[in-house]
T-cell receptor, first 118, second 112 residues
Framework: AQKITQTQPGMFVQEKEAVTLDCTYD???????LFWYKQPSSGEMIFLIY??????QNATEGRYSLNFQKARKSANLVISASQLGDSAMYFC???????????????FGRGTQLTVWP | GEEVAQTPKHLVRGEGQKAKLYCAPI?????VFWYQQVLKNEFKFLIS????????ETGMPKERFSAKCLPNSPCSLEIQATKLEDSAVYFC??????????FGEGSWLTVV
C-alpha cells in the first residue's frame, strides 16, 4: 500500500491566490513526522515545513501552512498569496519514528506540479 | 558546512562502467540518507547511516551498489557496472537529532 498519496498530478493557481496541495498518508505508527519539499526545475529539494504527529497546532512557515487532520490522515499544504516563483514540483513525505526505527527513512508521494500564472 | 554538498553535479557513464558519487553532510549531522529519484516524481530510498554505521540498507540493490560513510571523509555511493536503468538523480540528505531532513542538490547520473 502507498504510504503517501498525492492525488493531484498538476495544479494551476493565479498569482496572489491561495492554493491547497493534497496529501494523505498511511501508517500504523503512532509517532511520525510529515514533510513538504519543493523541487523547482533546477532540481534541488527545498525543505518547506514539518508537522509532528503529536503537535497540537498546525505548522506554519511564512506563506506555507500545513493543514493537519490526523483522524483523516491528511496533511495538506496551503500556500497563501502565490508567487510566480512558487511554480515547482511539491512533494509530501512521511517519516515513521516508532517501531524501533529511530532514523526512519522518508516515504515520498509522487508529487504535484504547481504552476502559478500571472 | 551549512548545506549538504554533493559531487559531481552531473556524471555520464557508459553502460558497464563504475560511477561514484560523494556527499558531505551538514556539519554536526550524524544521520545520512541516499535516495534515488527516477522520472522526476519517484523517490526510492537506498540506504541510511548513523555516523559511519549502516542503519538501513534494505533499499540497496546490493549486487552492484555500495555505500560508505567513513570518519573525516565524504560519504560515497558507488555503482559497479552501471546499467541504463541506473540513470537517475541521486540525492543525499542529512539530519541531526532534530526532525528536519535536508537534501543536497543531487547528482545527475546518465548511463549511455
Amino acid at each position: 500500500a502507498q504510504k503517501i498519496t498525492q492525488t493531484q498530478p498538476g495544479m494551476f493557481v493565479q498569482e496572489k491566490e491561495a492554493v491547497t496541495l493534497d496529501c494523505t498518508y498511511d501508517t500504523s505508527d503512532p509517532s511520525y513526522g510529515l514533510f513538504w519539499y519543493k523541487q523547482p526545475s533546477s532540481g534541488e529539494m527545498i525543505f518547506l515545513i514539518y508537522q509532528g504527529s503529536y503537535d497540537q497546532q498546525n505548522a506554519t512557515e511564512g506563506r506555507y501552512s500545513l493543514n493537519f487532520q490526523k483522524a483523516r490522515k491528511s496533511a495538506n499544504l496551503v500556500i497563501s498569496a502565490s508567487q510566480l516563483g512558487d511554480s515547482a514540483m511539491y512533494f509530501c513525505a512521511m517519516r515513521e519514528v516508532g517501531g524501533g526505527s529511530t532514523l526512519g527513512r522518508l516515504y515520498f508521494g509522487r508529487g504535484t506540479q504547481l504552476t502559478v500564472w500571472p | 558546512g551549512e548545506e549538504v554538498a554533493q559531487t559531481p553535479k552531473h556524471l555520464v557513464r557508459g553502460e558497464g562502467q563504475k560511477a561514484k558519487l560523494y556527499c558531505a553532510p551538514i556539519k554536526g549531522h550524524s544521520y545520512v540518507f541516499w535516495y534515488q529519484q527516477v522520472l522526476k516524481n519517484e523517490f526510492k530510498f537506498l540506504i541510511s547511516f548513523q555516523n559511519e554505521n549502516v542503519f538501513d540498507e534494505t533499499g540497496m540493490p546490493k549486487e552492484r551498489f555500495s555505500a560508505k560513510c567513513l570518519p573525516n571523509s565524504p560519504c560515497s555511493l558507488e555503482i559497479q557496472a552501471t546499467k541504463l536503468e541506473d540513470s537517475a538523480v541521486y540525492f543525499c540528505a542529512s539530519r541531526s537529532s532534530g526532525n528536519t531532513i535536508y537534501f543536497g542538490e543531487g547528482s545527475w547520473l546518465t548511463v549511455v
